[in-house]
């Protein structure tokens, strides 16, 4: 089969590699779930059976098979003019309040949605949307930062220190308004602002990347979502809250998958690096990178990311082949998993890929090959996490520290689970994953209730594959392309749960 994948984008920002991973939904959906595939043809296929060879001893054991597309962390993102004043101090400051004058008053109206991504190494802002949060001319540096993604290169352009401030979607009221009590964010800090994205109906307003991150317990329902209004756009997502203490979070982790915070360097903080202009000594120091992941306040800031280690197997396992190692990142932006080419290899995948996706990003488009692959085995306390016939997309990718990456962890593994993200940048961190959660997102009309008109949205698309009429990427709660009783399934046990008393 062939994917396109176009609306809505997904990041993966190194210090000067930005790729981003553009999922396509239906031009009249909320942004919410317009990160999903539209598919323009199909090309029969049958899944791969995970091989019977795998356990000899549990032959009878079977793993879940992980969708094409995980879930998508959207939150409310503001800023002020907060900053630090003083020559030379480029560190960042965490703040658990908004703090500061907004840049385009009030900010609890000009705000927007952007993406909670563990994949960026900078906070961004996209054209047109900086407008809407204030960060505009006067607010960014001459001097152009350059940017390269899939398929070439952009010029950025980097902020002037300011606060950057995110919340869930739970703290935007009724009225559409921001509480900015709900807020949590960091100030003196540098982003990009990079130019509006020239994928068909496709907008990424912003990122809150790891910056800030890297310092928060970042709490993720799948089990709640989200609804907003936001001048008259719908989004919908799961529930997010940044919470001070994990052992606060209402995660019931089943596993905790290890992570580490890692770059070219140790990280303690984040902070941007200035000098002042050779020809005007006294005047302001303008910024020469953006702010990242950073040894101490004073030194070359150097980013940094999630990395966890992955276990993959493809065929019968034996001594000429067994389970491959990769180390990937960890990106909540990446709605799906991605190998590079070398481990692909290392897998012995065929010639012939399982599908084809057609990938907008910085610098134009790209085809990149997809496979299911038989066996993915994350280790973690209290058991691992298995998979069958897991889907990844083949491409190279740089880290942070320059060198390639043997993978991306995106959500699509972790679409059915709460999740907490405890990082730590001086031992170990954690993803807390719990055990399967009933399916949020069964308000199909987006109405605000869940009733018999959403069962009536269902029953409309039943059967339904994704290039024919009526089918509806709403009622695809698997993002496997078809309208059944997977679907139907996860609608019914949902539905029980929240009518319960």
């Known amino acids: 089969m062939t994917l396109r994948l176009k609306k809505g984008c997904t990041g993966l920002l190194a210090t000067t590699i930005l790729v981003t991973t553009c999922l396509a939904g239906q031009t009249n959906r909320p942004i919410g779930v317009l990160h ?14 995970r091989s019977q060879a795998l356990s000899d001893t549990q032959p009878s054991v079977s793993y879940p098979t992980p969708p094409l597309l995980g879930f998508v962390p959207l939150v409310a993102i503001v800023t002020s003019d907060q900053h630090s004043g003083v020559d030379f101090d480029f560190e960042h400051k965490l703040v658990n309040w908004y703090t500061g004058n907004p840049l385009k008053g009030p900010a609890e109206e000009n705000f927007l949605i952007g993406l909670l991504d ?3 190494q900078v906070d961004m802002f996209f054209e047109p949307a900086n407008l809407r949060v204030g960060v505009t001319e006067s607010y960014l540096v001459s001097t152009p930062f350059p940017v390269g993604g899939v398929a070439g290169t952009i010029e950025t352009q980097i902020t002037m220190p300011i606060g950057i401030f995110a919340a869930g979607l739970a ?12 807020v949590v964010g ?18 990424l307003t912003g990122v809150v990347g790891m910056p800030l991150l890297a310092f928060l317990n970042s709490q993720i329902r799948q089990d709640l979502h989200r609804r907003a209004v936001v001048g008259g756009e719908v989004y919908v997502g799961p529930d997010i809250r940044f919470i001070a203490d994990p052992r606060d979070a209402e995660v019931k982790a089943i596993h905790k998958i290890p992570i580490q915070v890692g770059g070219l360097g140790p990280v303690t903080t984040a902070s941007y690096f200035g000098f002042p202009d ?3 000594p006294f005047g302001q120091i303008e910024p020469w990178t953006p702010t990242l992941l950073s040894m101490f306040g004073l030194s070359l800031p150097t980013g ?12 019968p396992p034996s001594p000429i082949n067994p389970i491959q190692t990769a180390r990937v990142m960890f990106d909540t932006g990446a709605q799906i998993c991605i190998i590079s080419p070398d481990v692909a290899a290392r897998l012995s995948l065929p010639l012939e890929p399982d599908f084809t996706a057609t990938i907008c990003g910085i610098g134009g488009s790209v085809e990149a090959y997809g496979y299911f692959v038989d066996y993915v085995r994350i280790n973690a306390l209290g058991g691992p996490m298995e998979f069958a016939n897991a889907p990844f997309l083949v491409l190279d990718i740089q880290g942070p520290d320059g060198g390639p990456l043997d993978g991306i962890l995106g959500t699509n593994l972790l679409w059915n689970r709460n999740i907490l993200i405890e990082p730590s940048t001086t ?15 069964i308000d199909l009309n987006q109405d605000g209730a869940i009733d018999l008109a959403d069962f009536a ?7 339904r594959m994704v290039d024919q009429d009526g089918y509806s990427p709403v009622c695809d709660l698997f993002y496997d392309m078809v309208i059944d009783y997977k679907d139907l399934s996860a609608f019914a046990s949902s539905w029980k749960v929240r009518s319960a008393p």
């Open 278 to 280: 050779l020809q005007d």
């Open 36 to 49: 999903r595939m539209r598919i323009t043809s199909i090309r029969p296929f049958t899944p791969k059976a």
């Open 457 to 463: 949205v269902l029953a409309n698309a039943w059967g």
């Open 304 to 315: 940094g990311a999630f990395y966890t280690d992955i276990g993959l197997l493809e065929g």
């Open 118 to 120: 563990t994949g960026s």
């Open 186 to 203: 960091h100030t003196n800090v540098c982003a990009l602002v990079g130019p509006q994205s020239e994928c068909e109906d496709q907008e």
């Open 427 to 441: 031992g170990s961190g954690f993803i807390h994953v719990s055990g399967p959660v009933s399916y949020a997102y």
């Open 171 to 182: 703290a935007i009221g009724p009225d559409g308004r921001l509480d900015l009590a709900q």
